[in-house]
């Protein structure tokens, strides 16, 4: 029997989603001592997908998880939802961009240092859905291009509905002396550079800066791609601008925007970077990026001239630390997503702010406009953030728990029903699912639709309960064999509605448990296996970043049983062990291998 308990209403606009993680909160760790979430998007079944890397001294890696729609960590990608990617021809390898294609592959961005030439390169890989490199994009799933000289970054992708994928970062040409521009790049679905786009694949614009960067884009109302980022007055760097370029969607400059395609203003200090950009419906540029003492945004007309309506003089200054996300929403009201000042050592906040389309402080939305979370750990920051198909918004960084910086996620409700979801449970009750929920509060709540489904992505109506009581029953007769998950859809009367945590139920399920001695292990590994029932099991032993190194098959018996593998030929290390039944049931054990 699974049960959740709140205390707070449900669906509060800014307070923290109570069925997502503990209390709206969920961190994931992974081996190494240092993770940080630099990028994050939505699949289509909900899950999301957070992305950064792993930071040491030698060689950082890439490091991916896939979160349920409840927070937990989707075991069906890679190993117990985390993928960890070592590239063996490169070091300082950064995941600063993620994008789920149409036919759910995912693709991530950043940057390489390959070793050879030691040139800071383009690195792009992509995954197929169970977080598998996909061989059929360049090499094994991996690709390198260098566009410029030693210095290169992926910061955004855009996955386009044809199958192309749209890159943006910046490049150092070194042609004729030192410098750094804003890049874009465009891929075929294979991986290799879309000759039709730029020049051989590769666009960029040339300024009078020696340093222009560009860390986000998005496409216009008119399919034009805007650019956001900086652009350095001097050789050091101790003067920048926000900056925008906004080229054609072949790879072309689009000289009609600003001049020569460039905007550029000083929105907070000496040392500004935009970091984020957002079109509204009326097709006017909001920009979000932060600069030595604060935050700060500056909205533009389509055709690239500062919109005085907005804020003061077109600008907006806000209070936080680095990173602010902004997020046109579906009301028109614009949300920035950052991190509250902290002194190092202490807890770090999640800060969200939310504006009206004038520039103006939405008092409405949390505290006077402003939602701050003390996350746990200490040093915590907000590096990305999301909004969902259904509204809510996932903020995703990092924090320190005992010496380790772990991803953190939070989520939030951005929109209002009338109703106070206290429990909902499910149990078995002799052939029966039995599901109970209770409320504290419904005002124009008008039903409940209880849905369900065989793998908690695509769920289907299984019945009705009309609202107005406080405590509510719905028995699934006919439940299905093997795993069932249940939610609720909570619908009012005005039509909006939101959907509860999820509940699942096995029926008729084999037990099959493994537990391994010695762990640590040096020469041989032994097995010993508790089953319900005679099964052929497949045994495989994985390394962290997925590859399997090791297989064999056995039968294993009612009962328990003792078995033992042979690893002496192993490197030592951090390995998984994972037994696969032949209907596809798994058991996973993790082992070190000395």
């Given at each position: 029997?699974l049960?959740?308990?709140?205390?707070?209403?449900?669906g509060?606009p800014?307070?923290?989603?109570?069925?997502?993680g503990n209390?709206g909160i969920?961190?994931?760790?992974f081996d190494s001592?240092?993770?940080?979430?630099y990028?994050?998007?939505?699949?289509?079944?909900g899950?999301s997908?957070?992305a950064?890397?792993?930071?040491?001294?030698?060689?950082n890696?890439?490091?991916?998880?896939?979160?349920?729609?409840?927070g937990t960590?989707?075991?069906?990608?890679?190993i117990?939802?985390?993928k960890?990617?070592n590239?063996?021809?490169s070091i300082n390898?950064?995941?600063?961009?993620v994008?789920?294609?149409?036919?759910g592959?995912i693709?991530i961005?950043?940057?390489?240092k390959?070793?050879?030439?030691?040139?800071q390169?383009?690195?792009?890989?992509?995954?197929n859905?169970?977080g598998?490199?996909?061989?059929?994009?360049?090499?094994?799933?991996?690709?390198?291009?260098?566009?410029?000289?030693?210095?290169?970054?992926?910061?955004?992708?855009?996955?386009k509905p044809?199958g192309k994928i749209?890159?943006?970062g910046f490049d150092d040409p070194r042609?004729?002396?030192?410098s750094?521009?804003m890049?874009?790049?465009?891929?075929n679905s294979?991986?290799t550079?879309?000759?039709?786009f730029?020049?051989?694949?590769?666009?960029?614009i040339?300024?009078?800066?020696?340093?222009?960067?560009s860390y986000?884009m998005?496409?216009?109302s008119?399919?034009?791609?805007?650019l956001?980022?900086?652009v350095?007055?001097?050789?050091n760097?101790?003067?920048?601008?926000?900056?925008?370029?906004?080229f054609l969607?072949?790879?072309l400059?689009?000289?009609?925007?600003?001049t020569?395609?460039l905007?550029?203003?000083?929105?907070?200090?000496?040392v500004?970077?935009?970091?984020?950009?957002?079109?509204q419906?009326?097709?006017?540029?909001?920009m979000?990026?932060?600069?030595?003492?604060?935050?700060?945004?500056?909205r533009?007309?389509p055709?690239?001239i500062?919109d005085s309506t907005?804020g003061?003089?077109?600008?907006?200054l806000?209070?936080g630390v680095?990173f602010p996300?902004i997020?046109?929403?579906?009301n028109g009201?614009i949300?920035?997503t950052?991190?509250?000042?902290?002194?190092p050592?202490t807890?770090g906040?999640?800060?969200l702010?939310?504006y009206n389309n004038?520039?103006t402080?939405?008092?409405?939305f949390?505290n006077?406009g402003t939602?701050?979370?003390t996350l746990?750990?200490?040093?915590a920051?907000?590096?990305?953030?999301?909004i969902?198909t259904?509204?809510?918004?996932?903020?995703?960084?990092?924090?320190?728990i005992?010496s380790?910086s772990n991803?953190v996620?939070?989520?939030y409700n951005?929109?209002?029903l009338?109703?106070?979801?206290?429990?909902?449970?499910a149990?078995?009750a002799n052939?029966?699912?039995?599901l109970?929920?209770?409320?504290?509060q419904e005002?124009?709540?008008?039903?409940?639709?209880?849905?369900?489904?065989?793998?908690?992505r695509?769920?289907s109506?299984?019945?009705?309960v009309k609202?107005?009581n406080?405590?509510?029953?719905?028995?699934d007769?006919n439940?299905?064999?093997?795993?069932?998950y249940?939610?609720?859809k909570m619908?009012?009367k005005?039509g909006q509605?939101t959907?509860?945590p999820?509940?699942s139920?096995?029926?008729?399920?084999?037990?099959?448990?493994?537990a391994?001695f010695?762990?640590?292990?040096h020469?041989?590994?032994?097995?010993?296996?508790e089953?319900?029932k005679k099964v052929?099991?497949k045994?495989d032993?994985?390394?962290?970043?997925?590859?399997?190194?090791l297989?064999?098959n056995?039968?294993?018996v009612?009962?328990?049983?003792?078995h033992s593998?042979?690893i002496?030929?192993?490197?030592?290390g951090?390995?998984?062990?994972r037994?696969?039944s032949?209907n596809?049931e798994?058991s996973?054990v993790k082992?070190?291998?000395?």
């Amino acid at each position: 029997m699974l049960m959740m308990c709140w205390g707070v209403g449900f669906g509060q606009p800014g307070t923290l989603d109570a069925s997502f993680g503990n209390s709206g909160i969920a961190t994931v760790a992974f081996d190494s001592s240092s993770t940080e979430a630099y990028c994050s998007a939505q699949q289509a079944d909900g899950k999301s997908i957070i992305a950064g890397s792993s930071i040491d001294s030698v060689k950082n890696k890439f490091v991916i998880s896939r979160l349920n729609v409840d927070g937990t960590l989707d075991s069906s990608f890679g190993i117990f939802g985390k993928k960890t990617l070592n590239f063996p021809i490169s070091i300082n390898n950064y995941a600063n961009a993620v994008a789920i294609q149409t036919d759910g592959k995912i693709v991530i961005g950043g940057s390489g240092k390959e070793q050879t030439t030691f040139s800071q390169q383009f690195l792009l890989i992509r995954l197929n859905i169970t977080g598998s490199l996909d061989s059929t994009f360049g090499n094994d799933g991996v690709v390198y291009t260098n566009p410029g000289y030693r210095f290169s970054s992926i910061q955004r992708i855009i996955a386009k509905p044809n199958g192309k994928i749209l890159v943006c970062g910046f490049d150092d040409p070194r042609t004729p002396t030192y410098s750094i521009r804003m890049c874009l790049g465009q891929y075929n679905s294979n991986g290799t550079l879309d000759s039709s786009f730029g020049i051989n694949g590769i666009a960029n614009i040339v300024t009078p800066y020696i340093d222009t960067r560009s860390y986000a884009m998005v496409f216009t109302s008119q399919n034009k791609i805007l650019l956001a980022g900086r652009v350095c007055l001097d050789g050091n760097c101790q003067n920048a601008d926000f900056a925008i370029v906004r080229f054609l969607n072949n790879g072309l400059v689009d000289s009609t925007f600003g001049t020569n395609g460039l905007v550029s203003a000083n929105v907070i200090d000496s040392v500004d970077g935009g970091c984020s950009v957002a079109i509204q419906s009326d097709d006017k540029i909001v920009m979000a990026g932060f600069g030595n003492s604060s935050l700060g945004m500056i909205r533009y007309k389509p055709d690239g001239i500062t919109d005085s309506t907005f804020g003061i003089n077109g600008k907006v200054l806000m209070n936080g630390v680095a990173f602010p996300q902004i997020h046109i929403l579906s009301n028109g009201k614009i949300l920035v997503t950052t991190t509250e000042s902290h002194v190092p050592g202490t807890p770090g906040n999640f800060k969200l702010i939310e504006y009206n389309n004038d520039g103006t402080i939405n008092n409405g939305f949390g505290n006077i406009g402003t939602v701050v979370t003390t996350l746990p750990g200490i040093n915590a920051s907000g590096q990305t953030s999301l909004i969902q198909t259904d509204g809510k918004i996932v903020v995703a960084g990092n924090t320190t728990i005992n010496s380790k910086s772990n991803f953190v996620i939070a989520r939030y409700n951005l929109t209002t029903l009338p109703l106070h979801l206290l429990t909902f449970t499910a149990k078995r009750a002799n052939n029966t699912n039995l599901l109970n929920w209770t409320t504290a509060q419904e005002v124009n709540t008008d039903r409940f639709e209880i849905e369900r489904s065989s793998n908690s992505r695509e769920f289907s109506k299984l019945g009705v309960v009309k609202a107005g009581n406080t405590t509510y029953t719905f028995t699934d007769n006919n439940p299905l064999k093997g795993v069932n998950y249940y939610r609720l859809k909570m619908m009012d009367k005005d039509g909006q509605f939101t959907y509860s945590p999820i509940r699942s139920l096995t029926i008729n399920n084999s037990q099959l448990t493994i537990a391994i001695f010695p762990n640590p292990a040096h020469n041989k590994l032994q097995l010993q296996i508790e089953s319900d029932k005679k099964v052929a099991l497949k045994m495989d032993i994985i390394t962290q970043d997925g590859k399997v190194v090791l297989s064999s098959n056995i039968s294993a018996v009612e009962g328990s049983m003792l078995h033992s593998i042979n690893i002496a030929a192993l490197q030592s290390g951090t390995y998984f062990l994972r037994a696969t039944s032949g209907n596809g049931e798994q058991s996973v054990v993790k082992f070190e291998k000395l």
